[in-house]
């Protein structure tokens, strides 16, 4: 059944349009786990439909398993999107979690997958609420190399381009492990063939210090040059965290937001993933970010438009009006989306400029 569904869902895809941004500056449209409003995130279910609503790229979370593979994770924590606390119920480390890097890649195979859930008293609840309905279907986790298989071969056979865009998931965690995720991961998209700044793929990292290490050391020594993005946290998110006096402490993000670190962050990187909030000020004009980022040329690409009721700022009306004041006012160079489809629909519709010849 699984498979029969994959091949539906290809099979679509030869029906829809050369929709990817080509023209005047039309922001990207990026996947955001897939098609995560439709289908539970970051499943190859939920990519293919990416690539059939006319993603331009589609997004991967990665992190390791015990084996030494990267497994397309939202978070290092199997607990709030699989079944592992049934099936493997002895295996929570003393904080409570399931971590990902416990499980050899045959036995996270044994997962199933749901979207994400909280667990409350014992009851989980879906985190999104009308969604595609939890333990529904039958899904499972994959490997960064399986969604690139995927990925390569619909645009071999569809002709398409669609990019990949993929982030290293706390490499401060991995590090503490004895791991280097990075350089495992750049060692696959070397794999590819995603090893030059035209190789529509984007890597992407909330961590600062190791977006550099990869700039300065390890693209170098494995003769790849590809466009790195800093994405932007609020610091009590715990994104990152850092020794200090001992004590683990939540890493400092407000430098990556004044004119001194934008530039810095220019220095290695060719764009910035801020929330979306963090591009308007108080008065909702646009901030200083966003017009300090825009004159060094970094490329902006605001996270997550979610296009769920209660997920679309109370000052908008809709969720087209949502994308289009990021669109037209703030004029970003691209959007993470949980639902690509309603995207690239407004980005079609969208009106000309009024200079624009109107001729056929």
């Known amino acids: 059944m699984r498979l029969l569904y994959c091949i539906f869902i ?7 349009p050369t929709l990817h941004a080509a023209e005047r500056n039309t922001p990207i449209v990026i996947a955001h786990r897939g098609a995560s409003g439709y289908l539970p995130e970051h499943t190859l279910e939920a990519k293919t439909l990416a690539y059939a609503m006319g993603a331009d790229y589609i997004e991967q979370d990665l992190v390791l398993s015990k084996d030494n593979h990267l ?4 978070d290092i924590y199997l ?38 859930f909280i667990n409350i008293l014992g009851k ?23 969604e690139l298989e995927l990925i390569r071969g619909l645009n071999q056979s569809l002709g398409y381009n669609t990019g990949i865009y993929p982030e290293i998931k706390k490499p401060y965690f991995h590090t503490q492990e004895g791991r ?23 890597l992407q990292s909330f961590d600062a210090e190791e977006l550099q290490r990869i700039h300065r050391e390890l693209l170098p020594a494995m003769d790849m040059d590809i466009p790195l993005v800093q994405l932007i946290a609020e610091t009590e998110w715990e994104e990152k965290q850092v020794q200090r006096a001992g004590q683990w402490q939540n890493y400092d993000y407000e430098w990556m937001r004044t004119p001194q670190g934008l530039e810095k962050i220019a220095g290695y990187a060719a764009g910035i993933g ?87």
């Open 71 to 74: 497994i397309v994770m939202h």
């Open 124 to 146: 989980e609840i879906p985190k999104y609420g009308k969604r595609f309905p939890l333990w529904h279907s039958q899904f499972q986790l994959a490997t960064f190399a399986e």
């Open 180 to 202: 280097d995720i990075s350089r495992t991961v750049l060692q696959v998209l070397k794999q590819y063939g995603y090893t030059k700044p035209d190789s529509k793929v984007y």
């Open 274 to 360: 801020p929330w979306y909030p963090m591009l308007a000020n108080e008065e909702g004009a646009e901030s200083a970010l966003l017009s300090h980022a825009r004159s060094l040329g970094l490329k902006i690409h605001p996270y997550t438009f979610r296009a769920d009721r209660q997920q679309i700022p109370d000052t908008f009306r809709s969720f087209e009006d949502f994308v289009a004041f990021y669109v037209e006012q703030y004029k970003v160079d691209g959007l993470f989306t949980d639902h690509p489809d309603q995207v690239r629909d407004y980005l079609q519709k969208r009106p000309k400029p009024q200079h624009e010849d109107a001729s056929p």
């Open 79 to 116: 607990d709030q999107v699989t079944d592992v606390a049934r099936k493997f119920p002895s295996r929570a480390r003393a904080d409570g979690h399931f971590y990902t890097i416990d499980f050899t890649l045959a036995e996270l195979k044994q997962l199933s997958v749901t979207g994400p």
């Open 10 to 16: 290809t099979f679509a895809c030869a029906f829809v």
